[in-house]
């Protein structure tokens, strides 16, 4: 079955520090999906990207920047200048098929992220 | 707007006692998603749905049963089998496999 690990379980920086979230999976597929989403405290999951295994360009929006490394398979995700409104459970994801019939996303366990002030 | 209503918010039970889940999407989304989060455990999950009228499981289907009988609709039961029903429960759409998922805000239920 595919895999995806998340290392860490929590992280605790001061606001304004630069912090990094691991992701790492493992997948058979040549193609493949790879997502981040944030759990806020109020529970809902916010979409912040989707990357297919073929772009391997890194990507940045706003403070926000993800690095792609398929040698690795490693999807990391950066915050720089963190801010306490950044503190949330942050989950990476790999779209995995399921028997024969579609796909579904297969999630790490989260890293929860604490920012004070 | 558009997206995904999870209701209620938070649900009690007896122990024994089925119970229903609603999750309702007007996004016009043919993927509907069902997954359960326990602490320290990640999402799991429990059914998913590509198109109306068909359904499959996923990774800890035993103990609950969905029905997709419109494309705005995809319910889930919590049968007195779930032997550790206790969980926060998330439902999700999406336009087609491998796209986002929108979430909704979910269901805290707690069987006592």
């Known amino acids: 079955a595919q895999k995806v690990t998340q290392a860490q379980t929590e992280i605790s920086v001061v606001e304004k520090e630069d912090v990094t979230l691991d992701c790492v999976y493992e997948?058979?597929?040549?193609?493949?999906?790879l997502f981040w989403y944030k759990q806020p405290p109020s529970g809902e999951l916010v979409f912040l990207i989707r990357?297919?295994?073929?772009?391997?360009q890194n990507e940045i929006s706003g403070r926000y920047s993800w690095n792609f490394q398929k040698s690795t398979s490693s999807f990391n995700f950066t915050i720089t200048a963190s801010q306490v409104v950044d503190s949330a459970v942050y989950f990476c994801?790999?779209?995995?098929?399921?028997?024969?019939?579609?796909?579904?996303?297969?999630f790490g366990k989260g890293t929860s992220l604490l920012v004070t002030p | 707007d558009g997206g995904i209503t999870q209701s209620p918010k938070y649900l009690f039970r007896k122990e024994g006692q089925n119970v229903t889940l609603s999750c309702e999407q007007n996004?016009?989304?043919?993927?509907m998603y069902w997954y359960r989060q326990d602490p320290g455990q990640g999402l799991r999950l429990i059914y998913y749905?590509?198109?109306?009228?068909?359904?499959q499981k996923g990774d800890i289907a035993e103990g609950y049963s969905v029905s997709r009988e419109k494309k705005e609709s995809f319910p889930l039961t919590v049968t007195s089998a779930q032997k550790n029903p206790t969980a926060f429960y998330l439902c999700?759409?999406?336009?087609?496999?491998?796209?986002?998922?929108?979430f909704g805000s979910g269901t805290r239920l707690t069987v006592v």
């Open positions: 997948t058979r597929d040549t193609t493949y999906y």
């Open positions: 999700a759409s999406s336009f087609r496999e491998n796209y986002g998922y929108t």
């Open positions: 749905s590509q198109i109306v009228n068909d359904f």
């Open positions: 994801a790999l779209s995995e098929p399921y028997s024969n019939s579609g796909y579904a996303l297969n």
């Open positions: 996004l016009n989304h043919d993927a």
């Open positions: 990357r297919n295994s073929f772009d391997e």
